[in-house]
């Protein structure tokens, strides 16, 4: 039973630039969740998106959106690329928009941006 | 903001039996408690999770007073691959579109 799959798992950018990272959510599991953790920090979550619409959003500014695609899997964007903006963002997937039975993260995607 | 607060950081040896408290004196009624665990370069890992009193699983137990302001995480005899960060969150789970808030989370350092 595959977990959660993070493509790439690592990525060099220029500021400025606009990078697109992927998601795979674990076999039936329908709501995909975004993170960006900064070193020596928890988690910090960008959104949340359950059949295909974007459900729920934190403090992240509009330079970040999302897609939910129907096989569930999910894309990440991220515009006009800034320093502070590496990270490593993390996918979670859960069934349903609760997460009575916990998040499944993958291994995250680590981004660098020069 | 994270609704939790935990130690920074902790220390324990091989072979100990390591308890973390976490404060959350602003739990609401629907809201349970849930721990995970992240090793480095890794995305966090679901440990346990409760409503009242006592929970346990193969992994660890999760003691939580009738107040329900605080909960204890216990790890059984740690190992040294037992080194990681945990983290306490609280949330209504079965509420739809509830967020896992993040907090810094305790560093756990084991050494033989």
């Known amino acids: 039973d595959a977990g959660v799959t993070q493509s790439p798992t690592h990525l060099i950018k220029t500021r400025g630039q606009q990078v697109t990272l992927r998601c795979s959510p674990k076999?039936?599991?329908?709501?995909v969740s975004w993170y960006q953790q900064a070193l020596g920090q928890g988690p910090q979550f960008i959104f949340q998106?359950?059949?295909?619409?974007?459900?729920q959003r934190g403090n992240f500014p509009d330079r970040f959106s999302g897609h939910q695609f129907p096989n569930y899997s999910s894309e990440l964007n991220v515009n006009a690329l800034l320093l502070g903006d590496s990270a490593l963002y993390l996918c979670?997937?859960?069934?349903?928009?609760?997460?009575?039975?916990?998040?499944?993260f993958g291994s995250g995607t680590r981004l660098t941006v020069v | 903001l994270a609704k939790t607060t935990q130690p920074i950081s902790m220390d324990s040896y091989e072979g100990q039996e390591v308890n973390i408290t976490c404060s959350h004196n602003?739990?609401?009624?629907?809201?349970?408690i849930t721990w995970y665990q992240q090793f480095p370069s890794q995305g966090p890992r679901f440990i346990i999770q409760g409503y009242k009193t006592k929970v346990t699983n193969e992994v660890a137990s999760l003691f939580i007073p009738a107040d329900r302001k605080s909960s204890t995480l216990s790890l059984p005899r740690v190992s040294l691959s037992d080194t990681a960060v945990y983290y306490c969150l609280v949330g209504d789970m079965d509420q739809a579109g509830t967020a896992l808030i993040f907090g810094k989370g305790t560093t756990l350092s084991v050494s033989s």
């Open positions: 979670a997937s859960s069934l349903g928009q609760s997460s009575t039975y916990g998040y499944t």
């Open positions: 998106y359950y059949e295909e619409e974007e459900r």
């Open positions: 602003n739990i609401a009624t629907n809201d349970y």
């Open positions: 076999s039936g599991h329908d709501t």
